[in-house]
């Protein structure tokens, strides 16, 4: 095992240690088994085409096993180690986590958004990268590359910025390609407050996009199964949406923060014995009430506002 030590001060956390470790591949034990169809799925080829074009970009993550000091516990690359296994690959330098705990590392692990993989395209083919060898790489055809470098043509920069590191497909800058600037911005606002990325949603919105809001403004819309009087409707449905959103938005931390206190206070009361059975006694509709609110879960709140 090769490892180069650095000094750091004391005072500052880290979520990895300062330095990579070169380890043994027999030496990591991973902490889930693949599935039966883990080899055969798409990312597992990808991956596998990525390290005989470039080799690993980013390394498996590792913590020292508490029990046997000469093992590893893999936390974060299964597919990674084993795609290294099958090229009879021997040792890999690996991330070491400063946190054991493989379910809290892999909640906190962004993965690649479509925007950024476009960014990340678009910079490789800028210094001189053949499409050919990142088509190899990312194990995708020569259209998808291209594609995907084209994602945000038309796109304005703010709603690039709104959607910069959301799960937006293709399909989601196709439609938002159809709007003029401000209601891209818009259309970016309704997926977010949404948190609905899908075809159907955008498609929606797109439908509810007033004539004028096109960049074809002259060319009538038209969307397979809905009327002409149906798009109508869901345009003035969709703009007395975003009035609410809007209006909603300017309260929201305020009104948030209200709801929290008035929650812990009324558990509080409720705590109280003598004021449970005096409102049983005589006030039970307002029990009920104040029980309800504390039961209020932070989905349920952010429903309710």
């Known amino acids: 095992m090769k490892r180069r030590a650095d ?6 956390s880290h979520g990895f240690e300062d330095d990579c470790v070169t380890l043994p591949i027999d030496v990591i034990l991973p902490l889930r088994t693949l599935g039966k169809s883990a080899k055969s799925s798409r990312k597992y080829r990808q991956i596998v085409a990525s390290i005989a074009q470039i080799g690993i970009v ?10 046997k000091s000469a093992t590893w516990l893999l936390l974060d690359g299964h597919l990674r180690i084993e795609a290294l296994k099958d090229d009879g690959v021997q040792e890999v330098e690996c991330l070491v986590s400063t946190d054991d ?14 925007i950024q993989e ?10 001189g990268v053949p499409e050919e060898k990142i088509a190899l790489a990312l194990d995708l055809n020569m259209s998808s590359i291209r594609r995907k470098a084209r994602l945000l043509d038309g796109i304005c920069e703010e709603a690039v910025a709104i959607l910069k590191d959301k799960p937006a497909t293709g399909a989601v800058f196709d439609a938002l390609r159809k709007m003029k600037t401000m209601r891209q911005i818009e259309a970016a606002e309704l997926l977010v407050n949404a948190n ?6 955008v498609n929606a919105i797109l439908a509810g996009t007033p004539q004028a809001q096109l960049v074809e403004s002259s060319k009538p819309k038209k969307v ?7 798009m109508a409707r869901m345009e003035q449905e969709l703009a007395r949406l975003q009035e609410g959103i809007a209006s909603i938005q300017d ?8 709801l929290t206190v008035i929650k812990g206070y009324v558990g509080k009361l409720l705590g109280n014995a003598r004021v449970v059975r005096y409102l049983a006694q005589s006030h039970p509709e307002f029990l009920g009430e104040f029980q309800t609110i504390t039961e209020i879960t932070p989905a349920e709140a952010a429903e309710a506002e």
Do not use: W
């Open 7 to 12: 000094k750091r001060p004391a005072s500052v």
């Open 58 to 67: 980013e390394p498996p993550v590792v913590v020292p096993n508490p029990d």
């Open 101 to 114: 705990e493989a379910f809290t590392y892999n909640r906190q692990v962004s993965r690649l958004a479509p």
């Open 118 to 127: 476009h960014k990340m395209i678009r910079k490789a083919i800028e210094r």
């Open 196 to 201: 609905n990325y899908s075809v159907a949603y």
């Open 224 to 230: 397979k199964g809905i009327t002409p009087e149906a």
């Open 251 to 258: 309260t929201y931390g305020q009104d948030h923060l209200h």
